[in-house]
Each structure stands twice: as C-alpha cells, then as structure tokens.
C-alpha cells in the first residue's frame, strides 16, 4: 500500500526533476530510486506523471534531436548514442532520426568554424576540419566530401 505523503514527495521531486528539461521515462525513475523511493511509489509516480503527459519518450527523443541540432550539433550516429544512453527505446530513437542528414549537417557546421581555419593551407585545413567533425562523430565519407566542398568555397571556386 502507498502512502499519500510518500507518493506526494515522490511527485514533488519528479516535478522538480522534469522542471529543469525533458526526461526519458527511465531518467526519471533513476533519478527517484536514488532519492531513495522504493518501486511500488516510483511506478505510481510514473503512471500519473504519463497520465499528465509529462513523460513521453517520444517527446523527450524530438526535443533532445532538435535540441542538439541547433545548439550542439552532432552526427546522426552520434544523437542515436546518446538517445540510446538515456534509455529510450529503439523504435522511437530510429523513428526520431530517420530524416537527419549527416552531410548537410557537416556542411552547416563547417561553415561556422571555416573563418577559423582561412588562414591555413589546404593539409592543415583538412587535418583541422576533419578532428573537428570526427569529433561531432561524423564518419569518414562525409568528412572527406565536406572538406573538400568547403576548401573549394574557401578558395572560391564552383563546388562539386
């Protein structure tokens, strides 16, 4: 049997968590197992926080997808990784990104680092550029064609 104050206070702090940002469903229960709820209160919790539409992994993986395109953009492959980190299933993760497209992408975010490298010659542009998207995780193919599109526009010729 749950108690009312026990299941209040487990509410409570599951509003506080999902003030901050969007949670996946299993962030959430983590985050109250480790404040020490046990599961019969965290289940309840869980049902009437999906009841008020303030879990929905679907949600979550659009908001995360969308969040790290405009603001900390990474390969496909890379916000799929992180999606799957945060326990989302993975229908929803392949449904959330199936209409990324990791060149075009690579090519936004090459543009905005291109005034970094002008000054380098066409190894030093490439070496810098490439560590730069590998970093974000974008494979070797659309690293190869979008340091060779933006040396091109760099140098001002026609592109590809």
Partial sequence: MVNNSTFQQCLDAAYRYLSYRPR????????????????????????????????????????????????????????????????????????????????????????RRIHIFAHLDYPGFHRRLSNYLSYRGFNYEVIKHTTALLWQEKEGKPSL
């Fill in 24 to 111: 996946s469903e299993v962030e959430v229960k983590q985050r109250l197992h480790q404040r020490g709820f046990d599961a019969e209160v965290v289940d309840k919790t869980i049902a009437k926080l999906k009841e008020q539409s303030l879990i929905d992994d679907l949600a979550f993986a659009r908001f995360w997808k969308e969040n790290r395109l405009s603001f900390r953009p990474r390969s496909k492959r890379l916000i799929m990784k992180e999606l799957n980190d945060k326990k989302v299933t993975r229908e929803i993760v392949e449904q959330v990104t199936e209409d990324i497209d990791d060149m075009d992408n690579a090519c936004k975010l090459g543009r």
